[in-house]
């Protein structure tokens, strides 16, 4: 019995169609592997997310000064890598990638990072953006500042590994100010001879934070009497 026309049609269709499946990369857009948006973090990091995600030096810590012992985390944006993990070595030193070792100890996260910057655009990098971040704290003591004066526990207190430690939180640490004390004048001496002087009141009661100097090994603190005590 001759075909119909219409079942002749369908036959030819259905072989056109397994020729043009069985065409090499007929199907290669079910295998293609999907591009990684640019825009996903990477899964290898394990430091800090500010580190990992931030690509501007101007967000960087610039109140926390680094010690011995501390953990921060290093990245060149244009380096296009994931985050590296230094350490301040006893020496106050770090080893940095290309440049080798660069002093550390006592600057901030913002201050080491620029430091660095300025050293890479030297040989490797034109205008290269470092991103430095606090990773972890050492447990080594950081030393000892000595407070006198109006206060209510006179004496050595030494310097906490994790926070800023300043003028105003020593002397909340020391007891607070005496009922005679001259909140307004604060003196700190440094190590050096420097002095300096704090308004206290502004700090804690206008919250003026910026007025609260961050303490170093050594430093003294007198609180003074006020000249009319009433």
Known sequence: MALSFATHFSRVRLAVA??????????????RTPLTPATTPPTAVSSSSTVAYTNSMAVLDDRRKLGNGDRVSFRVVEDRKPPTQL???DSGEMEVPLIGR????????????WEIKKLLDK????????????????AKSRGKIYIWGQVRNQGALEIPSDEAFTVSRAILRAGGFADFANRKAVKLTRKNGDTLTVDVVKVLEKGQIDKDIELQPDDIISVPQRLVNF
């Open 87 to 89: 350490i301040v070595a």
């Open 102 to 113: 660069v002093a550390a100890s006592g600057k901030t996260c913002k201050q080491l990072a």
């Open 18 to 31: 397994w020729i043009v499946a069985t065409l090499p990369g007929a199907n290669a857009q079910e295998t």
């Open 123 to 138: 040989d490797y990098f034109y205008n290269a953006t470092v991103i430095v971040g606090l990773d972890s704290l050492s």
